[in-house]
């Protein structure tokens, strides 16, 4: 993914305004403060970044950091620019108010594209209505709604057992958001929790990933969430069979992995049952350690889909024949290495990501 440009008035040190620090921090989820003063720092400083740079240096998925840019667009400090395919590559800070409106609505300067068109469908207010609203932002009235709803009570005792561990205010905040402001129901909750705990995965962060996910796809009941986790599990098993495993099921630590694969990076099932096919290709068995190398050397290189692949594909081979033409060859090629091999050097690539 290429670097963002970030404009704006040089503020020659990476100083907070006060205004931020007192009007907008308080409010804002703390991972969008994180994204917004990563942002700030890198602009300071006028060194690029990328969206997929911010995202590992927060331990965040893309799609996060991106909730996190458009939280601030929305509350009229961010100016983001995207091009035609709607991919944001470049942000402007705007100044920070001294006051602000109690009443306050989406910035309409906020995101801007190279077309009026475009500017039009990304802030009109059913367009990504889910992917733009995903703050834990609680407003006064609904959080003495919360205090006083037994059912959510009952959500939150039952979440602690889960957890097995007190509960936070962080955990009370994320399932305020879910239940009250997302409307999520109590059951389907629980069950979220239920689930993510029986795979290993305790942490709330996590959790709210995985039902910011499941609203975004329509899952509303717990059957609905029943045949989303058939889809998760014949993904598990597509991908055992890549690798030749046809003989038993995922073992718990290979879930996780493969829920990394799919929710943290965001790959969809095709993506990742051609990086198991180049494992096979590479060494000749199958790993989990070597094809997650290969995922995350895309992720990183912001791959999406096939075309993204073949694209890399055709830009290493087009580097190789260049560093071929520039090589002098110390002897007459036989019929053993009369050929190319268009890949990667994944063992590298593992080595360096696994140490």
């Known amino acids: 993914?290429?670097?963002?440009?970030?404009?704006?008035?040089?503020?020659?040190?990476?100083?907070?305004?006060?205004?931020?620090?007192?009007?907008?921090?308080?409010?804002?989820?703390?991972?969008?403060?994180?994204?917004?003063?990563?942002?700030?720092?890198?602009?300071?400083?006028?060194?690029?970044?990328?969206?997929?740079?911010?995202?590992?240096?927060?331990?965040?998925?893309?799609?996060?950091?991106?909730?996190?840019?458009?939280?601030?667009?929305?509350?009229?400090?961010?100016?983001?620019?995207?091009?035609?395919?709607?991919?944001?590559?470049?942000?402007?800070?705007?100044?920070?108010?001294?006051?602000?409106?109690?009443?306050?609505?989406?910035?309409?300067?906020?995101?801007?594209?190279?077309?009026?068109?475009?500017?039009?469908?990304?802030?009109?207010?059913?367009?990504?209505?889910?992917?733009?609203?995903?703050?834990?932002?609680?407003?006064?009235?609904?959080?003495?709604?919360?205090?006083?709803?037994?059912?959510?009570?009952q959500l939150v005792y039952i979440v602690g057992k889960y957890l097995d561990r007190p509960m936070k205010q962080t955990d009370s905040e994320v399932l305020g958001y879910l239940y009250g402001e997302l409307g999520m129901r109590a059951d389907l909750l629980e069950y979220l929790v239920e689930s993510c705990v029986d795979a290993g995965h305790n942490s709330i962060h996590y959790i709210e990933k995985i039902a910011l996910d499941w609203h975004e796809k329509g899952i509303r009941t717990v059957e609905d969430a029943r045949e989303q986790a058939e889809i998760c599990r014949k993904q598990y098993y597509q991908v055992l069979k890549a690798f030749g495993l046809t003989r038993r099921g995922p073992a718990p630590e290979e879930k996780k992995v493969m829920d990394m694969w799919f929710y943290d990076y965001g790959f969809q099932l095709d993506i990742v049952l051609e990086a198991c096919s180049r494992t096979i290709n590479s060494i000749h068995e199958p790993s989990f350690k070597y094809a997650g190398g290969i995922l995350a050397d895309w992720k990183k290189k912001g791959v999406r889909s096939r075309s993204d692949i073949d694209a890399l594909d055709q830009a290493f081979a087009k580097e190789q024949e260049t560093k071929k033409g520039q090589r002098k060859e110390a002897a007459k090629p036989n019929r053993f290495h009369n050929f190319d091999q268009v890949g990667y050097d994944y063992d590298a690539i593992v080595k360096e990501l696994h140490g």
């Open 1 to 153: 993914m290429t670097n963002l440009i970030l404009t704006g008035d040089s503020c020659g040190t990476t100083a907070v305004p006060n205004a931020f620090l007192d009007r907008y921090l308080p409010q804002a989820d703390g991972e969008y403060v994180k994204i917004y003063l990563l942002l700030w720092r890198y602009f300071c400083d006028k060194k690029p970044v990328s969206i997929g740079q911010l995202a590992d240096l927060l331990d965040d998925t893309e799609k996060d950091v991106l909730r996190g840019i458009r939280y601030w667009v929305k509350k009229g400090l961010l100016q983001a620019v995207v091009n035609d395919r709607e991919e944001i590559y470049s942000i402007r800070f705007l100044p920070v108010p001294d006051e602000v409106s109690l009443k306050e609505g989406p910035s309409q300067s906020g995101l801007l594209a190279q077309k009026e068109s475009a500017a039009t469908t990304e802030e009109s207010p059913s367009a990504h209505q889910t992917k733009s609203t995903t703050t834990r932002t609680i407003s006064k009235d609904k959080r003495k709604a919360l205090a006083a709803d037994e059912e959510f009570g």
